[in-house]
């Protein structure tokens, strides 16, 4: 890996900047350090260094961080290209966060992992020449809602991790059941993280073919293969400067987990029939409803991959947990669908919010929006009754009418047969499309159809 860039690395401990020169030294070409930061600012003056690596306590007994707070704003106010990065030996995140609202681009906590202290000093570096370089993404600015949170106890403790690590480049891992609203989360996120104005991109890896794997995520070069007519762009590469989420990372294939591995490591993919790898710049959200610590002690994902998606882990969890969020999230569909559908002023009855709290909701957020929006469909009023939501059946109970062969549809049947393979599989959704006979593609498809 050719040496790019300079950086210049403040602290004023001469053991670490020792050992972080020396680290540094081979990736970048100029690597300066200074154990003091009185001399930072005219020392920026006639060097101009791609990025800092800025110590956030100086004075022996304070570590309050402010000083670090200062001489950040000193870099920036007067070379606002240059990237900063802040080092502290104290894991204080809301002071990390402050400063990245100020304009850091990330923090390094001491003792420091080599491996990641460099990804992320490397991720400043291509961040300062892009800009520098002047490429613009071509995503348009993120306008999308924030998300519903509700009131309940677990919601406002996600929303306190995410207000803290949104801002950061950290890998995010979002696990949870169907239905709980991974990919809003994913997006809210990228909405309040410092990539917000680059693209934000959605990969269900499960749903993908494993022929065109590669060339969905990697890219291919026009001639790679019979139908490469022209080049392609992978969505690796897509999401370059923005937000990559892989949805149902659960479900991929160990083969093709070894290849995606190769890419987070190196930061760089080979488009098919390429011999010339692309660096990417990608802040990665990951989701899954399957248990991977599970998998990776069963041998079917692997602990490397685990460990290099799972930076931060989020548990959304069931909608049947937190009932007191159901009615916000309930009148918020109810009033999308409701302007949707031209039947503004609908609202409902007392006995109708009685009736969806006291629902189990076992397909979560989902089945709650689909309902809310097959009641406003077929209400003749404004007012929503609670006949407008059957009580809902059992699992059990359904799967012994299911059994009892009184299945009314073939709709309700293949939904039956669906809903067994995945349990039979333990949600290995491979497995599950062998056993029907149809692509994954296909069960994506009726997953989604019958809310599984």
């Known amino acids: 890996m050719a040496k790019q860039g300079s950086i210049l690395i403040v602290d004023d401990n001469k053991a670490i900047l020792s050992a972080v020169k020396l680290l540094a030294d081979k990736y970048f070409e100029k690597v300066l350090t200074l154990s003091s930061p009185n001399s930072l600012v005219s020392l920026m003056r006639t060097e101009r260094p791609h990025v800092v690596l800025l110590d ?15 001489w950040l704003q000193q870099i920036l106010d ?5 990237k900063v990065v802040l080092f502290t030996a104290y894991a204080d995140i809301d002071l990390a966060v402050k400063a990245m609202k100020l304009g850091a681009v990330d923090f390094v906590v001491k003792p420091w992992d080599n491996e990641k202290l460099i990804a992320t000093l490397r991720n400043a570096y291509r961040l300062a020449t892009r800009r520098a370089d002047g490429r613009k993404s071509a995503a348009a600015p993120d306008t999308a809602a924030p998300m519903l949170w509700g009131g ?7 929303r306190q991790i995410v207000d803290k ?19 809003i989360l994913a997006r809210e996120i990228h909405r309040l993280s410092l ?32 139908d490469a007519r022209s080049d392609h762009e992978g969505k690796f590469e897509t999401a370059s400067g923005g937000t990559l989420f892989l949805d149902e990372i659960g479900n991929l294939p160990q083969h093709l987990q070894a290849k995606l591995l190769t890419a987070l490591q190196n930061r760089s993919v080979m488009p098919l029939g390429s011999n010339t790898p ?17 998998m990776v002690a069963e041998g079917t994902f ?25 009615m916000p999230l309930a009148e918020m569909f109810l009033s999308r669908y409701a302007s949707k559908y031209g039947k503004e002023g609908m609202v409902f009855a007392a006995a109708t919010a009685e009736r969806l709290t006291s629902r189990r909701w076992e397909g979560n957020v989902r089945e709650l929006q689909h309902a809310v929006e097959k009641a406003v469909i077929m209400s003749d009023s404004t007012i929503i009754r609670p006949d407008a939501f059957p009580e809902a059946e059992s699992h059990a109970a359904s799967d012994d009418r299911d059994h009892a062969g009184s299945d009314s549809t073939l709709e309700e049947m293949e939904r039956r047969m669906i809903r067994q393979a995945i349990a039979s599989h333990n949600g290995n959704l491979t497995l599950v499309a062998q056993q029907l006979g149809i692509t994954r593609q296909t069960l994506y498809n009726k997953i989604k159809r019958y809310g599984l």
Do not use: C, W
């Not at 950061?168 to 979002?174: H, Q």
């Not at 917000?196 to 269900?204: A, D």
């Not at 660096?279 to 989701?287: K, Q, T």
């Open 195 to 226: 990539r917000r104005n680059e693209p934000f991109v959605g990969v269900n890896v499960g749903a993908i073919p494993d022929t065109l794997f590669e060339s969905e995520l990697f890219g291919h070069v026009k001639g790679a293969f019979t």
């Open 78 to 82: 007067r070379y606002p290209a240059t």
């Open 165 to 183: 690590v949104a801002v950061t480049d950290a890998n995010i891992l979002i696990t949870g059941e169907n239905g709980t609203g991974k990919d």
């Open 278 to 294: 692309r660096e990417i710049d990608i802040r990665l959200i990951s989701a899954t409803n399957r248990d991977l610590q599970a």
């Open 56 to 70: 956030m306590n100086f004075n022996a007994g304070i570590n309050t961080g402010n000083e670090g707070i200062y």
């Open 152 to 158: 309940s106890e677990a919601m406002t403790r996600i």
């Open 302 to 326: 692997r602990q490397d991959l685990l460990y290099r998606i799972n930076t931060i882990h989020i548990e959304l969890p069931p909608l049947r947990q937190r009932k007191e969020d159901i």
